[in-house]
């Protein structure tokens, strides 16, 4: 069994209010490291196997369709496990 | 016959009931769509209500925007059908592509809900005709993604096509770009819009009556009544 992953994120001039208001919590409980910090979205997706080029293929087409928005963001489609 | 008003009601949807009812003061006949159903009923223009279609899961209107009755509504619209979407219907808009852009979260991330001022930018769209240009109106707003987002290229071909339908007056109350509270397509058949016109029919329950403008614009449009 594999983990196919896709990893949304907003677009890097998209305003990511929640992000910003992460980043403006971390100091409040002591930790000072982040200079910013933007939130997004992580789906595992399991498969049988080892991931076809095919079945890469099509998370693609639907990592594109569904699970992000081209007008807002981004995503990349990695293999894990 | 009376003119027929589809209003689509997804699971989740919480406004279908004042968009019907508005419908209906304004003098069409409201026709109930159902989200699983891809038949239009022989309605003559449609609606897309406010709530959180789906939950409001993924993205808000993301999924709603892969029903059955979203399939007639995008293909009709494509030959100049009108719709209005409100709120989360404006959301379903952008996800389908029929309108440009996105509403992603509030700026300031709390959930609105307060009678806003907004001022008319376009009369010549089929659900802006019944107002002045430069009208200002009063109805309530109420979301929590209301942001609405696009980027520079857009934003210039919304502003040059005189596509900006409505924008926000005196402050920005939720990171808007350009203080945009509605937009149209092309066309001017399909317009978008953050606030919520079905809240403000009547003056015992609304802020104003300016709502109903909307609903007679479309009357207008498509009968001359």
Known sequence: ?????????????????????????????????????RQGKRFEIEV?????????????????????????????????? | MSFRIGVVTFPGSLDDRDAARAVEIAGA????????????????????????????????????????????IVTAAEHGFPVLGICNGFQVLCESHLLPGALTRNQGLHFLCRDQKLKIENTETMWTNGFTQGQEIVIPLKNGEGSFQCDDETLEMLESEGRVIA??????????????????????NVVGLMPHPEHAIESLTGPSEDGLIFFKSILHQMVGR
């Open chain 1, 48 to 81: 049988e196997g080892t991931p076809t080029a095919e079945q890469l293929a099509q998370v693609e087409d639907a990592a594109h369709k569904l699970l992000s928005n081209p007008v807002i963001e981004t995503y990349v489609v990695k293999v894990e496990g």
């Open chain 2, 29 to 72: 006949t409201a026709v109930p769509l159902f989200h699983a159903s891809d038949d239009l009923k022989e309605v003559e223009a449609v609606v897309l209500p406010g709530g959180f279609s789906y939950g409001d899961y993924l993205r808000c209107g993301a999924i709603a925007r892969f029903a059955p009755i979203m399939n007639s």
């Open chain 1, 1 to 37: 069994m594999a983990l196919i992953v896709v990893e949304v994120m907003l677009k890097p001039e998209i305003l990511d209010p929640q992000g910003q208001a992460v980043a403006s919590a971390l100091p409040r409980l002591g930790f000072n490291f982040a200079k910013s910090v």
């Open chain 2, 167 to 188: 924008r926000y007056v005196d402050f920005d109350p939720n990171g808007s770009r350009n203080l945009i509270a509605g937009i149209s397509n092309e066309r001017g």
